[in-house]
């Protein structure tokens, strides 16, 4: 059952998108994605930690065969201008020549997704698709779309469903919202 409010170390959180509401979404993407790809099997490139749950659930959706790849992203301070930067960790998986999906939880302002995409489309992938759980679009801030969106949201923090506060509430299976 969802619990009416949540509290994880100072923070409260209320209700906000059901199990039941997030696990049809996750079905309709499931299905679309197998549409797209037929008998093209796509390599699903999930980004640890947020992602792991929904990657999950959208990887059990594809009704096609498909394979499936975890990376860490590590952000350091570069030594120039252009601050930090972006590595996987984890990521030894042959890209040429196959149809990438990456998989995250959220598309915040785009950073994340804008530093990480040159160093997939570096590895000669045939395609590279990008599927999220979450976008908010009013705080977008790179160019970077979406092919498969569960939810656009309001620019307000979310927690649950692998959306984590200061490491707790990734096990909730709803998705919650910041009180007030
Ligand atoms: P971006 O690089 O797009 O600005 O940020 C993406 C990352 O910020 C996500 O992968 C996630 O870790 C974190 N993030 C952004 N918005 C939220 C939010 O509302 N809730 C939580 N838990 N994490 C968020
Ligand atoms: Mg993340």
């Given at each position: ?25 996750v ?7 197998s ?12 980004i640890?930690n ?51 999906i ?39 801030q ?39």
């Amino acid at each position: 059952m969802t619990q009416l409010e949540v509290t994880v170390l100072d923070k409260t959180f209320v209700p906000f998108i059901s199990r039941e509401t997030i696990s049809a979404r996750v079905e309709e993407l499931g299905e679309a994605i197998s549409k797209d790809y037929g008998d093209e099997p796509p390599l699903m490139i999930a980004i640890l930690n947020g992602s792991f749950i929904f990657a999950a659930d959208l990887f059990r959706a594809l009704k096609i065969n498909a394979t499936i790849s975890f990376v860490k992203l590590a952000s350091y301070k570069g030594t120039t201008s252009t601050g930090s930067v972006i590595t996987a960790i984890g990521l030894e998986e042959q890209l040429k020549d196959r149809h990438v999906i990456i998989v995250e939880d959220i598309i915040d302002t785009g950073k994340t997704l804008s530093a990480f995409l040159p160093e997939i489309h570096q590895r000669g992938p045939a395609s590279v698709k990008i599927a999220t759980f979450l976008t908010k679009p009013d705080a977008l801030q790179y160019d970077v779309r979406a092919d498969y969106t569960g939810f656009e949201i309001a620019n307000r923090f979310v927690l649950g469903y692998g959306l984590d506060y200061d490491g707790f509430g990734r096990n909730l299976p709803d998705l919650y919202v910041l009180k007030g």
